[in-house]
């Protein structure tokens, strides 16, 4: 354990109560495990706190709950070496020096942001709050959370509790490569929460970024909104393209090459998933719901189901027609199907065609059907998340491919 009962602040921090090093809440997801399985890599003891029964169950046996590269390897490693363990008992955070937040924070059917998911988690663990504990919150929170979180841990009356803002900002597929290439965001309030903050997460990666936290939640709003907005722009400018017969990837290909600036213009395709949606729809509410470039970006984003399927009524006729939706997650190579837009394709099809049949190597869903099926009986296939298997498909079945997988251009 590396030691924080220093002088920090003129005031020393006892830690020596403590014999786990880190405990995470929500620590059997997508984000709290892989970050788990970093700090038992690098020599911090773990544990993993998660009401999720069967997913505790699958980390203790040594099984992932969802795929993630490397992930499997190293899981076996920290248990065998017993860096890390999971468990639904919330008291485990009474041992822990360092609580780390990363539930989700999601936003409701008005599209403004939970604010008491984080609060209603640090609820349930309270009463297990000690002295000297510190709070990271790494969750993506709507400015002013970790305030919030502050003032409630402060009415507990503890001595020596400090709060600190660490976004995550690691891509799925990537976890375990970025939690330790990229520059980690500190957000504390005080001199000694962030001294503690970055001793955690200098751990993982020796680059640490400071801001205040109020300047921590914008920064990771700002990020994931920008992506999104970028995404839109390369999705409007291939409608464009599209309705004007012109093949939009031999466009962009020539604006990018050999020229700097254009090298980051995307390509077009399904903007989806659990964040950049969700995350530009807490910046817009933040800022009073006045961010005409977010609600824009989302207009664009979430409506290009519906353009795919205009485009395929003038070319065929669906109601005729079996219709083959391949992938079904959020993103290529992935097998979170979370707020995929592939779904939206689908239920808007069901509408319009004959049948339709849905595949993916990789998502768990009692509805999709095996790929060879879909391949024998469509009569029209759907590139809905870009996974490599599909990048050579028969050549006898229509294909619309608006992510360019193929090599047989984006236009519909």
Not at 227 to 236: D, E, G, L, S, V
Request: charged share 20%; proline share 7%; with cysteine.
């Amino acid at each position: 354990m590396i030691d924080t009962g220093q002088l920090v602040e003129g005031r020393t921090v006892d830690t020596s109560r403590f014999v786990t090093d880190v405990a995470i809440i929500g620590g059997c997801g997508r984000v709290g495990l892989p970050l788990g399985l970093a700090f038992a890599a690098r020599g911090r003891s773990v544990v993993l706190c998660d009401v999720n029964g069967v997913a505790v169950d699958l980390v203790n046996s040594g099984r992932m709950p969802f795929a993630e590269p490397g992930a499997d390897e190293l899981l076996a490693a920290v248990l065998a070496s017993g860096a890390l363990r999971a468990t639904v008992d919330p008291s485990c955070v009474s041992e822990s020096e360092h609580l780390v937040v990363v539930v989700g924070t999601p936003v409701d059917e008005h599209l403004s942001p939970d604010v008491t998911a984080v609060s209603t988690a640090l609820e349930r663990y309270a009463p297990f709050l000690r002295p000297g504990h510190f709070v990271a919150l790494r969750s993506t929170v709507y400015p002013g959370v970790t305030a919030m979180a502050e003032r409630l841990i402060a009415g507990l009356g503890l001595p020596d509790v400090d709060v600190a803002f660490c976004p995550e900002r690691i891509a799925e597929g990537r976890a375990l490569e970025e939690l330790f290439d990229l520059p980690q965001i500190v957000g504390g309030r005080t001199p000694r929460a962030f001294a503690r903050a970055a001793t955690l997460f200098r751990s993982l990666t020796p680059e640490i970024v400071p801001l205040t936290p109020e300047e921590a939640e914008l920064a990771k709003l700002f990020t994931n909104s920008w992506r999104y907005i970028k995404f839109a722009a390369a999705n409007q400018f291939w409608m464009i393209a599209n309705d004007s017969g012109l093949d939009f990837e031999r466009v962009r290909q020539a604006i990018r090459h050999d020229y700097p600036r254009a090298a980051d213009m995307p390509g077009p395709g399904f903007a989806a998933g659990p964040c950049l949606f969700k995350d530009t729809m807490q910046l817009a509410a933040f800022n009073g719901n006045n961010f005409p470039l977010g609600h824009s970006a989302m207009l664009v984003n979430e409506g290009l189901p519906n353009y795919v399927v205009a485009r395929l009524e003038e070319r065929f006729d669906l109601s005729t027609m079996r219709v083959g939706i391949l992938g079904m997650a959020f993103k290529g190579g992935s097998d979170d199907p979370r707020e995929s837009l592939a779904y939206r394709l689908r239920k808007i099809l069901l509408l319009k065609a004959a049948a339709v049949l849905c595949a993916d190597p990789f998502v768990d869903d009692r509805r999709l059907v095996p790929h060879e099926r879909v391949l024998a009986d469509a009569e029209l296939l759907v590139i809905a998340a870009p996974h490599e298997q599909y990048r050579d498909l028969p050549a006898a079945t229509p294909v619309i491919d608006i992510w360019g997988l193929t090599g047989r251009g984006v236009l519909i």
